[in-house]
């Protein structure tokens, strides 16, 4: 959203003030992924309370699904492990609105797979989001071709719909992507899953630029992305960049051998957040 | 007014945008649209191409061995004491099974636009050796992957296909089976868009696959039109087919949806029974949901989990089922039953007995369906049952199960 855009936008949501303060305050933002309830709902939610603190700008929060096609072993694992502690769309819900009691400020995107929410009934899911205070939704497998079922709805119900573009998304169909998008774009800067390959900054930097062409959406990058100065390079060409198998893999690290959560468990996560985010002050 | 009475046609689907009424679709990441949508371009293109045709004709032709026979199963009518039972011997077919129709005309198009790398998902086993078979064929590498839990029980073939030169990846992630290897096809062809084709051994799957599996196979269905009205001079009475994910039903059953005088029964997976929840029968016992691709029935918990699917028969436990048999199921056209372990155990078991013909445990679920209905029928009501595919598969399955010990 351009400036005068921002000013005019009295009813400015929580995601686009962020994005805005971001760019007054002249860096990019760090997008933080974790699967609800991995390795259990207490523990996901001590984390979540924290990470606003530990500096995570935008909060994706990962609803678990049994095939998540698009995801790699680590996220796999974590979907996995949050659907054996019991976790439920429901419950992932529940978790939004338990971080909300105590923050207002920070923009929580859900991000998953289509089959839970068609489940739960679309007009039900998007009733509960907003009334705990969900910001947006990725949803890895409605491309626009299905954009009645989701998107048109999730829209009207004022919510933000975070579409994801594609090294395979070329110029002629960009278009059709941008179309419905809002809050940002996500940028999926290697053609694979999650947390495996890993993008160059010379082709961060091209896509990047390639996508300004065509929208003033704030961009966000992710797959692939690991450590600080990998974050710190992508910050420097998008508005944001994500974070998630490698945060995934730091709570798999801190589990017992029954896959238990050990104690210090969310202060570790944390702490690594505070690292990512230490490469994008201004 | 239910669906059936509105429509006076069942053959015209999917519309443009991939459904079969509320099923189907495109339900697939960002990265692989573009790729789905140049699947979809080059199939419409070679579908017109009379070459294409050409081609494909000659290799099911002289490689395939088809027509396959429409064969009067005279001693098993006979013990049935009903209905004239027919098999359509697809089970004859190079390889043993109605897979390499599809394989056939999928690895004709993947050459058409230029793929060099060929990926597929198995259960049994039966797709994959089809798919390791002509991309041995075309001199194309091929990737298989396999659930570790099917590896286990499908030793004979997962040595075929390595003889065939496949690539047989296991399959570790969510619960090891036919869902999850089609999940790791999927990742699969996400990080290999550029040079990969993916070669779906079902009517399921993102648009266009279950139309083009569905053409693909329907060679089944329209020669049996043809050989019934040479054998008996009409059509057939009603259609018996088994499913999983149903490319042989729909192939036997598509050249017949628009005569409304044949009766067609579809036979899923009961395994040890509906009512205990260890079944494969997602439209008799699952709800609509969406699931590699497509919006069609699911076997799912309250929360839209996936459930894993139970079977004797490796190549029916698949959660799902092809988005056309859905829409049929709703639209009242075609019947949907189903047949337990136990009752496809004794089907096998009077085929092989009565006509000497060992079948695979898939259409020993059509049997055990025909066992019930053919007697209740008249000598003159003509019965085609699909007989998709070869038992020799099965056949250290079937000891174990019936406690003999040929190891």
């Known amino acids: 959203m351009s400036d005068a855009a921002v000013a005019t936008h009295l009813a400015q949501t929580r995601l686009e003030k962020r994005f805005a303060d971001l760019k007054a305050a002249g860096r990019a933002g760090l997008v933080t992924y974790l699967t609800a309830g991995d390795p259990d709902a207490a523990t996901s939610l001590e984390i979540l309370q924290g990470l606003p603190a530990a500096g995570a700008d935008v909060i994706e929060i990962g609803m678990p699904f049994s095939d998540p096609m698009a995801d790699g072993p680590a996220i796999q694992a974590a979907s996995l492990r949050a659907l054996n502690a019991g976790m439920t769309l429901a419950k992932t819900l529940d978790l939004v609105a338990a971080f909300r009691q105590a923050d207002r400020e920070a923009p929580v995107v859900l991000m998953g797979y289509y089959n839970p929410i068609y489940s739960m009934g679309v007009e039900a899911f998007l009733a509960r989001a907003v009334e705990v205070g969900v910001d947006g939704l990725i949803v890895v497998d409605l491309p626009p071709e299905e954009d009645r079922e ?117 202060d570790d996560v944390l702490g690594f957040v505070r690292e990512l985010a230490g490469g994008l002050t201004a | 007014m239910s669906i059936a009475e509105k429509l006076n046609t069942y053959t015209t689907g999917p519309d443009e945008q991939g459904h079969f009424g509320r099923f189907g679709g495109r339900f697939v990441a960002e990265t692989l649209m573009p790729l789905i949508l140049e699947v979809e371009r080059a199939y419409t293109d070679a579908r017109r191409d009379p070459a294409f045709k050409r081609e494909l004709e000659h290799y099911a032709a002289h490689y395939v061995g088809r027509p396959s026979p429409l064969y009067f199963a005279e001693r098993l009518s006979e013990a049935l004491g009903g209905a004239k039972v027919y098999f359509k011997r697809d089970e004859l077919n190079h390889t043993g099974s109605h897979k390499i129709n599809n394989c056939l005309g999928q690895i004709l198009l993947a050459k058409r636009m230029g793929k060099t790398r060929i990926i597929a998902e198995t259960g049994a086993g039966q797709h994959g050796v089809a798919v390791a078979t002509v991309c041995a064929r075309f001199d194309l590498p091929c990737v298989v992957y396999m659930g570790e839990t099917d590896i286990e029980r499908q030793q004979p073939n ?141 076997l799912q918990t309250d929360d839209g989990q996936i459930v894993d699917a139970y079977s004797i028969s490796a190549g029916l436990d698949y959660p799902g089922i092809g988005p056309e048999h859905s829409w049929l199921k709703e639209a009242g056209r075609v019947e949907y039953v189903s047949a337990t372990d ?66």
């Open chain 2, 342 to 407: 136990a009752e496809a155990l004794e089907g096998f078991k009077l085929c092989t007995r009565t006509e000497g013909i060992i079948p695979a445990l898939e259409p020993a679920h059509a049997l055990a369906h025909v066992a019930k209905l053919a007697p209740t029928l008249p000598k003159d009501h003509l019965l085609v049952m699909n007989l998709c595919g070869r038992g020799d598969k099965d056949v250290f399955a079937v000891a174990k199960r019936l406690g003999a010990d040929i190891e």
């Open chain 1, 150 to 266: 989701l998107c048109a709805p999730a829209r009207a119900a004022g919510l933000h719909w975070i579409r994801l573009a594609t090294p395979t998304t070329d110029d002629a169909r960009l278009p059709r992507v941008l179309a419905e998008v809002s809050g940002f774009l996500y940028y999926v800067s290697v053609m694979g899953i999650t947390g495996t390959k890993s993008a160059t900054r010379e082709h961060v930097a091209e896509a990047v630029a390639r996508l300004r062409r065509h929208t003033d959406t704030p961009i966000a990058v992710g797959f692939g992305i690991k450590t600080a100065e990998a974050v710190r390079e992508v910050g420097a060409v998008a508005d944001a960049a994500v974070v998630g198998s490698a945060l995934v893999e730091r709570v798999r690290a801190n589990l017992d051998e029954a896959g238990k959560a050990r104690p210090g468990l969310a």
């Open chain 2, 158 to 298: 997962v040595f075929r296909m390595r003889l065939l030169g496949a690539e047989v990846k296991p399959v570790t992630s969510g619960t090891g089976t036919l869902k999850d290897a089609m999940n790791e096809a999927l990742r699969d062809w996400v990080a290999n868009v550029e040079d990969t084709f993916y070669i779906i051994g079902t009517v399921a799957g993102p648009h266009p696959y279950p139309m083009m599996v569905r053409d693909f196979q329907s060679v089944i269905g329209q020669e049996t039109r043809t050989q019934m009205l040479e054998a008996e001079g009409r059509l057939p009475d009603s259609l018996v087919a088994c499913i999983g994910g149903g490319s042989n039903a729909m192939g036997l059953f598509y050249p017949f949806l628009d005569e409304p005088e044949v009766r067609i029964v579809g036979v899923e997976a009961a395994g040890k029974g509906v009512e205990t929840g260890e079944h494969a029968a997602s439209l008799n016992g699952g709800r609509p949901g969406v699931l590699h691709g497509n919006r069609t029935y699911l």
